[in-house]
C-alpha cells in the first residue's frame, strides 16, 4: 500500500515522539468514516469521553473512505475544537471498504492496543467505558450484544443465524462475531485483509482464536444508528461475508491437518 491512495494525511493535536521502549499510546483508535456527517462529531465527543473516564493514554485516527458529504469537514471542525486530543485524518481518495481501512490504519497508529470504532456513533460511552476499562485482562476483548435498542427482529434472527454459522464452519463457541474486538496492534499488522466488507471481523477474530490466544467475552448494550442507512445490509457487504466464511472454513480444514499431536 502506498501513501497515493490518501489525497490527504493530516494530524492535529499533540503527537508524542516514538521510544524504543513502548509505543507512546495504550491504545489506537481507528473511526470508520464513509457519509457520516450526522454522526462523526457525536461518535468522536462519545469515545473522547470514554477514553477520559477510563484514564487510559489514546489517539484517534479518522479514515474518511471517500464520503460525499462534510464529514472531513466536521471532523476538522472537532479538531479545532479539541486541541489536547491526537487526533488523525486520513482521506482516501476512492472508496476502499471497511476491512482495507481497518488493516491499513493500524500502520498509522503508534499504540500497543487496537480497536474499530464505527463512525454512526451506535456505541454509548457506557459500553466504551466497559471495553476499554479491561484492556490487558486478555489478548482478545470480544464485546457481545446483550440487545440492541431498534434493531428489527429480521436483524436479530439474522445476526444469530451468522454467528451459528461462524461457530459451526470454524469450531468455536463465541456468543457473537460483529462486536470489534479490541487486541494488539502488532496483531492487526500481521493479518492482511483481502475483504472490503464487515465480514473481516469474523475472520481476524477466528484467526488469533486459532493460535490459541487468551480472549474474554464482555456483554454490552447497543443502539442502532440515529440517522443515515446501514452499510452492513448491501450485495458489497453480503460478497465479504461469504468470502470471509470461505477463509474460516478453509482455516479449520487446514488447521485439522497441520495440528501436531
Known amino acids: 500500500m502506498t501513501m497515493e491512495r490518501f489525497s ?21 483508535l481507528f473511526v470508520a468514516c464513509y457519509n457520516e456527517q450526522e454522526n462523526i462529531r457525536g461518535t468522536l465527543d462519545t469515545v473522547v469521553a470514554a477514553c477520559r473516564e477510563v484514564g487510559v493514554e489514546f489517539e484517534i485516527l479518522v479514515v474518511d473512505d471517500a464520503s460525499r458529504d462534510a ?3 466536521e471532523v476538522r471542525r472537532f479538531a479545532q475544537e479539541h486541541p489536547n486530543v491526537s487526533l488523525g485524518l486520513l482521506v482516501n481518495r476512492y472508496n476502499r471498504g471497511l476491512g482495507d481501512n481497518y488493516a491499513e490504519a493500524s500502520f498509522h497508529c503508534r499504540s500497543e492496543w487496537y480497536r474499530l470504532i464505527c463512525g454512526d456513533n451506535v456505541e454509548p460511552k457506557e459500553t466504551l467505558v466497559k471495553i476499554f476499562s479491561q484492556i490487558g485482562s486478555a489478548e482478545i476483548l470480544v464485546p ?5 435498542r431498534g434493531r428489527t427482529a429480521g436483524r436479530r434472527l439474522l445476526s444469530r443465524g451468522y454467528t451459528r454459522l461462524v461457530n459451526l464452519l470454524g469450531g468455536f463457541h463465541l456468543k457473537y462475531y460483529n462486536g470489534l474486538i479490541l487486541t494488539r496492534r502488532s496483531y492487526v ?3 492482511h ?4 466488507g464487515f465480514g473481516f471481523q469474523a475472520d ?5 482464536l486459532s493460535l490459541g ?38 482455516r479449520r480444514i487446514s488447521r485439522s491437518l497441520y495440528r501436531h499431536d
Open 8 to 28: 490527504r494525511q493530516e494530524w492535529f493535536g499533540p503527537r508524542r515522539p516514538d521510544t524504543e521502549q513502548r509505543p507512546p499510546f495504550t491504545l489506537g
Open 71 to 73: 464529514s472531513v469537514e
Open 144 to 148: 457481545y450484544c446483550l440487545d440492541i
Open 189 to 191: 499488522m500481521r493479518w
Open 193 to 196: 485483509s483481502n475483504s472490503h
Open 204 to 208: 481476524l477474530l477466528t484467526r488469533l
Open 213 to 250: 490466544l487468551s480472549y474474554r467475552e464482555i456483554p454490552v448494550a447497543g443502539i442502532e444508528r440515529a440517522s443515515g442507512t446501514s452499510k452492513a445490509l448491501t450485495l458489497r457487504n453480503f460478497a465479504s461475508v461469504a468470502h470471509s466464511l470461505q477463509n474460516i472454513l478453509l
